[in-house]
């Protein structure tokens, strides 16, 4: 987008520097720069907000700055050469916007940008009405197992952060949060698979950063969405956004309800081996699981502005979840011919309250035209309550009956600070520095008793006590440099983690306590190398670490079966990794990456077979090392005015080895294809056609993973005079999103398949009120502006 200028020995460069209200980069803001009222030449701004104009003749210039959402903007007049080689202007907002509207109204469903993959939710007509976790499941590079771990771009070990802050929650518990949290709450969700110094070092795979919904337009504005769905269960999901903007002061009120009757139809079959390899004994599991959830959050906060150069603000919110469920599962013991020889039938139903609360203080302070600092408190309390009651009867003539149940509360409380300082150096350098420390404190109970001669008894066998507490020291910078071509960031962080556990003793089992102290260096960086207008490669490389989180640390039972429990590991070790990857993009049409990755003390689950009493242990442990060697390509193309479509394959080749009764190695290659389109039907109409496909795939030493995959449709329109939208979807169309396996352990093995209530018809409803403004004719004709009318919601 420039105009033919020719360049002569006298010509020479100059920048202006883009920022929004809140300081800022004005990502994608059109700068013009004009003589004597005509234009010359025309950027695009960068993702720091920098217009760089190279080669501009001597001679008197102004700018014009245009940016979706903001006031068009003129400077004054510069006369080059000068003393003023660069320059900043800020934004101001467009007073009629409605900012819901200007974030989802024209991006598309998924973004490539550098170092990131974004999903705008709203654009996706599909998301509407789904879990956050649903949403995760189709998205480009992301694949969820079976007990709701996430990998990315093939790698296991993700940090899942909500609006740049970490959940300090893994596993059944983060499962429960994502899979209760609907997208309706979500704007965008970003995949950074190589993070800088800035961000934490955890998560081995990168991060997961989810953006909930914020507004700070000026005036009173909001948004309200309410859903049905219906697969063979219902569900809804609803969400309140509210903003209010006067003067100096903004305020937001965010409130969301959501409602689920879920299933899940689990079959698994274990067979034990003899010392020959012949089949002993078989154990047929088939299972079955219904419940409710309910889930209320509310997130509200105030932003207050001291100055044009500083804001303060605080945030609060909260979430309440309601799990309820009523679980069957025949447990029948199979002799090698098959033929049964006793069974047990197990009612299970348990009773789980996550509850959490948090805030946060926040201050942005614009020291200087090339200095800004960024101070953050946060204080988290998380109190989850599980309770459970196991009835085993066998079924045989004069069979028993066995009754038991347990009650596990945990309390989780989290304060954390940081401070991040940035100074522009030039036109084009800056450099960044900051600190962070977190504080977390768990006390984790688990009681277990046994119904003996009518009178409940505690199982001191199965009940513990844990006590924790972690704390994280972290102390970073880094410096970014453009040269010519060639762009360059290097960073340093270095993490200092320091843990003590203790497993308070009964009458059984004794006191045991375990404490451990390490600090690591976590370098990382990027070396970027713009060819030409069309072509860019950048060369990444990074270290991250996975720390055990404590429930992979407390030693406790868990029972999920009369033969099945799972349990900790007290010696499990940090994992560490190095990941590199090579990346070309054309244009914003096509993204090719290349990766490498080595990781140590690798996490994997562990199948512990107890033979003698037909047990299975599921724990964690370090087995060794992996390899993955990826390659992705994604393709971001409009074929004609009213079709659009996104779409990437992930390669990746894995190879685990460890040891775990025997020595392991096993390897796999594995392909995740991700396609969305959406088309422009009859003018109103905006549709959608989207789907994924895994190949087989391997995320621990013992467990292969079978081909899975999911169809989704959809379909919106703007209604009630374009303030309100339409959605109806379906999910899962051909019900083929199940979650099937092979699991090898010392001296048995097991194939499960587990299929959920995934083929889900939705319809949702958005409508919005207060001042908002009418998008601007773009170039793609009425189908781009149609498509831009309905992508929000």
Known sequence: MAFCQPKTDNALDFSLTVVNERLQPADGATVKLLKDDKPVKAVVANIKGIALFKNVQPGAYAFVITYTGYKSQSTHVYTLPGKVKSDSIRLQQASTLLQQVNITSHAPAVEMKQGRTVLN??????????????VLEKSPGVTVDRNGGISLQGKAGVLVTIDDKPTYLSGADLNNLLSSMSSSQVSQIELIA??????????????????TKKNRQKGFNGSFTTGAAQGVYPKSANSLVLNYRTGKINTFFNYNLNYVQYLTDLYALRKYYDATGAVAAMLRQPSFFKGTVTNHSIKTGIDYYISPNTTIGMVLSGTAIHRKGDNTAT?????????????????????????????????????????????????????LQSEQDFDNKLLAPGGYTELSRGNIPTGINIASGKADYTLKIGETGSVQAGVRSSYSKTDNLAAYQNLTGGQWVDDNSKSNHFLYKENINAVYSSIERKYNKFTMQGGLRYEYTSYKANQLGNAVQK?????????????????????????????TAGRRIDRPVFQNLNPFYFIINKYTYQTGNPYLLPQFSWNFELSHQYKNLLTTTLSYTNIQNYFSQLFLNDAA???????????????????????????VSWWSVTAQATFNHKQLRGFNGNNYTSQVNQLNLSANNQFTIFKDYTAEISGFYTTRARNDVQELLYPTGQLSAGIARPVLKKKGTLKLSIRDILYTNAMEGFTSFPNATEYFKIMRDS???????????????????????????EMERVGNG
């Open 194 to 211: 190589n993070p800088t110094a800035k961000y934490d070092a955890s998560g081995n795979a990168g991060i997961i950063n989810i953006k």
């Open 759 to 785: 083929r889900v018809f939705t319809l949702t409803f958005t409508y919005r009120f207060g001042k908002t403004y009418k998008t601007a004719k773009r170039s793609g004709g009425s189908a781009a502006e």
């Open 511 to 539: 006191d045991s306590a375990f404490l451990r102290n390490y600090g690591e260096f976590f370098p990382s960086g990027y070396v970027s190398y713009q060819a030409d207008s069309s072509n860019n490669f950048t060369l």
């Open 121 to 134: 939710i709203d654009a996706s007509v599909t998301n509407a009405g789904s879990t956050v976790l649903e």
């Open 331 to 383: 447990a029948t013991w199979l002799d090698p011919a098959g033929l049964a020889d006793s069974a047990i039938l197990t009612d299970n139903k348990n009773d789980n309250h996550f509850k959490n609360g948090a805030i946060n203080l926040n201050l942005r302070h614009n020291i200087s035209a090339t200095q800004d600092l960024a101070v953050d408190f946060d204080y988290l309390r998380y109190n």
């Open 613 to 639: 009493k037909g047990i299975l242990l599921y724990t964690q442990g370090n087995v060794g090392h992996t390899y993955n060697i990826g390659a992705s390509e994604a393709v971001s193309v409009s074929p």
